[in-house]
């Protein structure tokens, strides 16, 4: 029997050809490995766990412990990280499971489970993802414009996790579980022309859905981002500022990049494979086709432990963060600037000096403020605002 129809996405595999193999083929396996093989292979899959979900669990205690970490932005990063660890935990270990021994030993329940949950966390981690882009284009191409409520980001992240339900409900409800002595199989029993039309349908508007319309919208809103942070200037900087600023473009640009080269890279064979197998049902009969898929499922489920290595590498915060969170480990040194990054305070206004040309850094709330510089401040509103936007988009 094929292993790989007891993949992630049951909607994307062969169905017609499991009910055939399944008859035909029910007590032996053609793809068993020998044990140095399995051995290797859970090596890999366990470290794609330990590190999402020690990462994306590390994340959500940088923000939510800290006042200063709670932006509208991050709050979208909570919400990707909790998809991310929960689908490291529910989906890689059991579908690896599966896929080696090909024999389901976890029931109907869960069955039903492992087919509605995985693609629920997929979807709400991409369109969180989205959903950042989105807030980032607003915070550097419409700085003027009012950013998202606290309510609104809520509302917003549970439409997703709606939509995701929504999306992934007939996976469950068709979801069954055959007995073939000495083997049970989990799949999708899809009405009528059993993996015909419906399962066709419903793996292209998947495909569509988790894949090609997020990955276009993040390509757009970044390009735009990218070209506007790269190529434009700055309104109101001075010549002091424009070194500062040039590096942080180029920063802005390059995390922009990471996030979508490694969103594409990761899924883009995974989706292929399906594609090419739906019209050469004869790849799933090959002898090493099981790890050829092993491999692309490990590079898809591999998505859910880099943004933790991503936030680290090019935000200064996250990194305190982490070291914060680490400080435990023997090779890890807490630096006063660090326990700075995430201390809470209190909101700053930058205010420019028409004399000096100087830029200095006033609290809003200060007594010695005098009319002048409320003045001089007020009058640089919009162009303060621009700036603003920017370094919120930069260090959120």
Same mark, same amino acid.
């Given at each position: 029997?094929?292993?790989?129809?007891?993949?992630?996405?049951?909607?994307?595999?062969?169905?017609?050809?499991?009910?055939?193999?399944?008859?035909?083929?029910?007590?032996?396996?053609?793809?068993?490995?020998?044990?140095?093989?399995?051995?290797?292979?859970?090596?890999?899959?366990?470290?794609?766990?330990?590190?999402?979900?020690?990462?994306?669990?590390?994340?959500?205690?940088?923000i939510?412990? #800290?006042?200063?970490?709670?932006t509208?932005?991050?709050?979208?990063?909570?919400?990707?990280?909790?998809?991310?660890?929960?689908?490291?935990?529910?989906?890689?270990?059991?579908?690896?499971?599966?896929?080696? #021994?090909?024999?389901?030993?976890?029931?109907?329940?869960?069955?039903?489970?492992?087919?509605?949950?995985?693609?629920?966390?997929i979807?709400?981690?991409?369109?969180?993802?989205?959903?950042?882009?989105?807030?980032?284009?607003?915070?550097?191409?419409?700085?003027?414009?009012?950013?998202?409520?606290?309510?609104?980001?809520?509302?917003?992240?549970?439409?997703?996790?709606?939509?995701?339900?929504?999306?992934?409900?007939?996976q469950?409800?068709?979801?069954?579980?055959?007995?073939?002595?000495?083997?049970?199989?989990?799949?999708?029993?899809?009405?009528?022309?059993?993996?015909?039309?419906?399962?066709l349908?419903?793996?292209?508007?998947?495909?569509?859905?988790?894949?090609?319309?997020?990955?276009?919208?993040?390509?757009?809103?970044?390009?735009?981002?990218?070209?506007?942070?790269?190529?434009?200037?700055?309104?109101?900087?001075s010549?002091?500022?424009? &070194?500062?600023q040039?590096?942080?473009?180029?920063?802005?640009?390059?995390?922009?990049?990471?996030?979508?080269?490694?969103?594409?890279l990761?899924?883009?064979?995974?989706?292929a494979?399906?594609?090419?197998?739906?019209?050469?049902?004869?790849?799933?009969?090959q002898?090493?086709?099981? &790890?050829?898929?092993?491999?692309?499922?490990?590079l898809?489920?591999?998505?859910?432990?880099?943004?933790?290595?991503?936030?680290?590498?090019?935000?200064?915060?996250?990194?305190?963060?982490?070291r914060?969170a680490?400080?435990?480990?023997?090779?890890?040194?807490?630096?006063?600037?660090?326990?700075?990054?995430?201390?809470?305070?209190?909101?700053?206004?930058?205010?420019?000096?028409? #004399?000096?040309?100087?830029?200095?850094?006033?609290?809003?709330?200060?007594?010695d403020?005098?009319?002048?510089?409320?003045?001089?401040?007020?009058?640089?509103k919009p162009?303060?605002?621009?700036?603003?936007?920017?370094r919120d988009?930069?260090?959120?």
């Open positions: 029997m094929d292993p790989t129809l007891s993949t992630l996405l049951q909607s994307e595999q062969n169905s017609s050809l499991l009910e055939e193999e399944a008859r035909i083929e029910t007590t032996t396996n053609q793809f068993v490995q020998p044990t140095w093989q399995v051995t290797l292979w859970a090596i890999a899959y366990a470290l794609i766990v330990i590190i999402s979900v020690i990462g994306n669990v590390t994340v959500i205690w940088i939510l412990a #800290h006042k200063r970490m709670r509208i932005t991050n709050y979208f990063i909570v919400n990707l990280a909790f998809s991310d660890a929960s689908m490291a935990v529910f989906n890689t270990v059991f579908n690896f499971v599966y896929a080696i #021994h090909n024999d389901w030993y976890f029931g109907l329940g869960f069955c039903r489970f492992i087919n509605f949950f995985p693609i629920t966390a979807f709400s981690s991409i369109y969180s993802m989205t959903a950042i882009a989105i807030d980032r284009y607003m915070a550097i191409i419409h700085p003027l414009k009012p950013r998202l409520s606290s309510t609104i980001t809520k509302v917003v992240i549970a439409v997703i996790w709606l939509l995701a339900f929504l999306l992934t409900f007939p469950c409800f068709y979801s069954i579980t055959i007995f073939y002595d000495p083997r049970t199989i989990c799949l999708v029993d899809w009405p009528d022309d059993y993996g015909g039309k419906h399962q349908m419903y793996q292209i508007a998947v495909i569509i859905l988790i894949y090609l319309l997020p990955l276009l919208v993040m390509l757009v809103t970044y390009s735009i981002v990218g070209v506007t942070l790269w190529g434009g200037e700055i309104p109101g900087a010549s002091e500022h424009y &070194q500062n040039i590096q942080a473009k180029r920063k802005v640009v390059k995390m922009m990049i990471v996030v979508v080269v490694t969103f594409a990761c899924w883009l064979p995974f989706h494979y399906f594609i090419l197998g739906s019209f050469n049902k004869d790849i799933y009969k002898k090493y086709i099981q &790890q050829v898929y092993l491999a692309i499922f490990w898809a489920m591999s998505s859910t432990m880099y943004n933790p290595i991503i936030y680290y590498c090019l935000n200064q915060r996250f990194r305190s963060g982490f914060q680490f400080r435990w480990c023997p090779f890890v040194t807490v630096t006063e600037e660090d326990k700075q990054e995430l201390q809470h305070t209190k909101t700053f206004r930058m205010k420019r000096s028409y #004399h000096s040309k100087t830029t200095t850094v006033v609290n809003q709330n200060s007594p403020q005098n009319s002048d510089d409320i003045k001089a401040h007020q009058s640089l162009t303060l605002d621009v700036i603003s936007g920017i988009t930069l260090f959120m």
